[in-house]
């Protein structure tokens, strides 16, 4: 049985999160960052986010918003900080010089029993944790933004990690309602931005070609793919879009080979199809502060309304 206690390292976007989804599940969080300022400011967000979804029916977990922010505290000692903790998430800017500072800080600190997990989205484990002493406690899950809303955790092991840190991490993050997933092994990307960024170079592609307007491109998705990828995956669709895959297969295997087969090279991600995107996308949404945030809490407010929609559709 897992003690109720983690750390988490790093209070920023992904940090705060983590520490609410945690707490959300009844554990005690120290929340720990390199400076004073920075922990206080993740606290008062931390409190102002709490009590906004408290007001709005959104909070998570069975505790109110004032015993769920009880249980986090703030740290500036790294020593303390993971004190006590069974499992320590790693929320640090994406950068493999520092993350591999702290894991070797954190490596002649820690005992034999906690689970050192980092956050990163594209840093793969084998250049994380290797030449570590508790390597085979190190993992990397990798959660999705924003995590209290979005709920897969990537969970993926270093070469030498223990299959008991691996057993040890799915099942913490299903007891905090998070939606963890196994990687056998790394690859570059992980799952979620491989699947991810094979879309994006299309949509780049069918823009740059000029096949569709960017705005139209989006559409395709929020009105038409991603009706049904929020309920079931791609495997699944072809499943149900046929009677089963191998009737699929066998009525759309070469019609999918076809137009496979026609599409272009890795983009550049540069040039006039960027201009054409960035114009477009910027005439619908400014480039400033208050329209981005606006439309980020707009989003939100959708994943919170569309994560009340599954639950009430898994119940069913
Ligand atoms: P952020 O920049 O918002 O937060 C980083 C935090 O780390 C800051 O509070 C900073 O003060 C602190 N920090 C810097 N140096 C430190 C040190 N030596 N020790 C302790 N804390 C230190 O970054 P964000 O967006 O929260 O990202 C954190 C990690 O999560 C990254 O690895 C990122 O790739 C990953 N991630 C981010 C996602 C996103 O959409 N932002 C999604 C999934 C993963």
Not at 4 to 22: D, E, K, N, P, Y
Not at 281 to 303: F, G, Q
Request: aromatic fraction near 6%; hydrophobic fraction near 40%; glycine fraction near 8%.
């Amino acid at each position: 049985m897992e003690s109720s206690q983690v750390a988490v390292i790093g209070s920023g976007l992904i940090g705060r999160s983590w520490a609410m989804v945690f707490a959300a599940g009844g554990f005690k969080v120290k929340l720990y960052d390199i400076a004073q300022q920075q922990l206080t400011g993740a606290l008062e967000n931390i409190r102002k986010q709490m009590k906004e979804l408290e007001e709005s029916g959104f909070l998570k977990g069975s505790l109110n918003a004032e015993k769920q922010l009880a249980l986090i505290s703030i740290c500036t000692d790294l020593k303390a900080a993971v004190e006590g903790a069974t499992f320590i998430q790693e929320c640090t800017p994406e950068n493999l010089e520092l993350k591999k500072k702290i894991f070797a800080q954190l490596d002649l600190i820690v005992g034999d029993n906690v689970v050192l997990s980092s956050s990163t989205s594209c840093l793969l484990p084998s250049k994380l944790f290797t030449g570590l002493k508790h390597v085979k406690q190190c993992i990397v899950s990798h959660p999705v933004n924003p995590p209290y809303f979005v709920p897969l955790v990537e969970i993926v092991p270093h070469p030498e990690t223990d299959p008991s840190t691996i057993e040890r991490t799915y099942a913490l993050m299903k007891k905090i309602g998070q939606s963890p997933v196994k990687l056998n092994r790394e690859i570059e990307g992980f799952v979620l931005n491989r699947l991810q960024y094979a879309v994006i170079s299309e949509a780049w592609r069918l823009v740059g070609e000029g096949v569709i307007s960017p705005t139209d491109l989006d559409l395709v998705m929020s009105d038409g793919l991603g009706m049904r990828y929020a309920f079931i995956g791609p495997l699944e669709t072809m499943h149900l879009n046929a009677e089963g895959i191998s009737n699929y297969c066998e009525r759309y295997r070469e019609g999918m080979k076809l137009v496979l087969n026609t599409f272009g090279p890795v983009p550049e991600f540069s040039g006039e199809t960027e201009q054409k995107i960035s114009q477009a996308m910027s005439e619908k949404i400014p480039v400033v502060p208050k329209h981005l945030n606006a439309r980020r809490e707009w989003r939100d407010e959708c994943l919170t309304g569309l994560a009340k929609l599954k639950k009430q559709m898994s119940s069913n």
